[in-house]
């Protein structure tokens, strides 16, 4: 289990980190979000043992994260940190002995991650030959060479097209059922939303959002409902708790307040002609995200 405990850090009068509070248990998929700056490196670092929390504490089964933890830890970070000189045996096997690997074992799970990513014929070709995307794929395995039971990544979908962003999910799915413990930054909230079970976001090392999503989505109430057919988009307008209507070429999207807003909505609906579609929806968490982050730099 990792628990993060009442952490906070400073870089002199600078606060990164503020007061965060979250555990993980093992099988937990969890989101650590937030804008560029609001503190989820120093929290990922702080989460490795790479950096002593100000006050507060980060414990992984009870203990303080050190380097007898290493060998169950498997870490990628945004930047690309890949020796680009060297081949991707060559890599694998210096990361692999770093986590006291046998070069045995490590040859073994390369041929078998690269056999699943397709890029068998990379295993002797150097990093910089490589595409960026390839070099992306590179680095995943570099993270999950050792098997870890605590996974942190950091922008691990970061360059790649959406075939390889699903065989991405496909792994930390895996990791997820064999046990893992997995907490990732990503930008791209679709991917969160449909394979991440609870988060938080920061906004200048403040927790502006946490909790389940399923929940976290259903206390911001606002909604979305999205009609096809012939109705008057002046008078969607006017119903009380529509605060936008979107004219898209196939469909027409209200966004609402609240449930009460949603009633009056279906009961205009009703009196019209010819409705092929009337999907009720929970605002999307990328919805959320920008409405949450956007009151936060309204307080400060």
Request: aromatic share 8%.
């Amino acid at each position: 289990m990792l628990e993060v405990k009442n952490a906070r850090m400073l870089y002199g009068d600078l606060v990164a980190v503020d007061r965060l509070s979250f555990t993980i248990k093992p099988g937990d998929i969890f989101g650590l979000l937030g804008t560029n700056g609001a503190g989820k490196t120093t929290t990922f670092r702080m989460i490795m043992g790479l950096l002593e929390p100000t006050e507060g504490e980060v414990l992984y089964n009870g203990q303080h994260v050190g380097y007898h933890n290493v060998n169950e830890i498997g870490y990628m970070i945004e930047e690309r940190s890949l020796l680009t000189k060297i081949t991707v045996k060559e890599l694998m096997l210096y990361f692999g002995q770093l986590k006291d690997m046998e070069p045995r074992v490590i040859l073994e799970r390369l041929d078998y991650w690269l056999d699943r990513f397709g890029i068998t014929d990379y295993k002797n070709k150097k990093i910089k030959e490589l595409s960026k995307g390839n070099q992306q794929k590179i680095q995943f395995i570099s993270a999950i060479i050792n098997n870890p039971k605590l996974l942190v990544l950091d922008e691990p979908f970061s360059g790649l097209d959406p075939i390889n962003t699903e065989f991405f999910v496909e792994v930390i799915r895996d990791f997820q059922r064999q046990g893992a413990m997995v907490v990732f930054s990503s930008h791209q909230l679709d991917h969160v939303e449909s394979f991440c079970e609870e988060l938080i976001v920061l906004e200048k090392g403040k927790v502006i959002i946490e909790g389940r999503i399923d929940q976290v989505k259903k206390d911001f109430k606002k909604q979305n409902i999205k009609i096809k057919g012939d109705v008057d988009v002046d008078k969607l307008k006017a119903i009380p708790g529509v605060f936008q209507v979107i004219e898209n070429v196939d469909q027409i999207i209200v966004k609402i307040e609240n449930d009460d807003a949603a009633s009056r909505v279906f009961d205009y609906v009703k009196t019209c002609q010819h409705i092929t579609k009337y999907d009720v929806e929970q605002a999307s968490l990328s919805e959320i995200f920008i409405a949450k982050v956007g009151q936060a730099h309204e307080k400060v």
